[in-house]
Nanobody
Framework: QVQLVEFGGGLVQAGGSLRLSCAAS????????MGWFRQAPGKEREFVAA????????YYEDSVKGRFTISRDNAKIMVYLQMNSLKPEDTAVYYC????????????????????WGQGTLVTVSS
């Protein structure tokens, strides 16, 4: 079992940057694929980015490609989401997730299950 805690959310102006962090704990935490999801007000939760447990492959939702970068440090069991060129439509609660199979995160839809979720951290982008 893996436990996840996100931090680093906050208020930022459009065009600015923010880095989210996710601390994972558990005996096998470093062996999980990790991902970030977000849920904007009044909308369903959606996939944002994912990274394999080795860090060798990354995947992004189209609207964040070229702006967001997911990375991980398995020595610290941390996952990061660097968000640049932020837009007001990026405003959402961002959730860290872990799963044994990375493609399940990329194909996740509301109602689906993943191995673990964090509690979420709010990102607000002002115009």
């Amino acid at each position: 079992q893996v436990q996840l805690v996100e931090f680093g959310g906050g208020l930022v102006q459009a065009g600015g940057s923010l880095r989210l962090s996710c601390a994972a704990s558990g005996r096998t935490a470093s062996r999980y694929a990790m991902g970030w999801f977000r849920q904007a007000p009044g909308k369903e939760r959606e996939f944002v980015a994912a990274i394999t447990w080795t860090g060798s492959n990354t995947y992004y939702e189209d609207s964040v490609k070229g702006r967001f970068t997911i990375s991980r440090d398995n020595a610290k069991i941390m996952v990061y989401l660097q968000m640049n060129s932020l837009k007001p439509e990026d405003t959402a609660v961002y959730y860290c997730a872990a799963n044994g199979i990375v493609t399940m995160m990329m194909n996740w839809r509301p109602g689906g299950t993943l191995d673990a979720w964090g509690q979420g951290t709010l990102v607000t982008v002002s115009s």
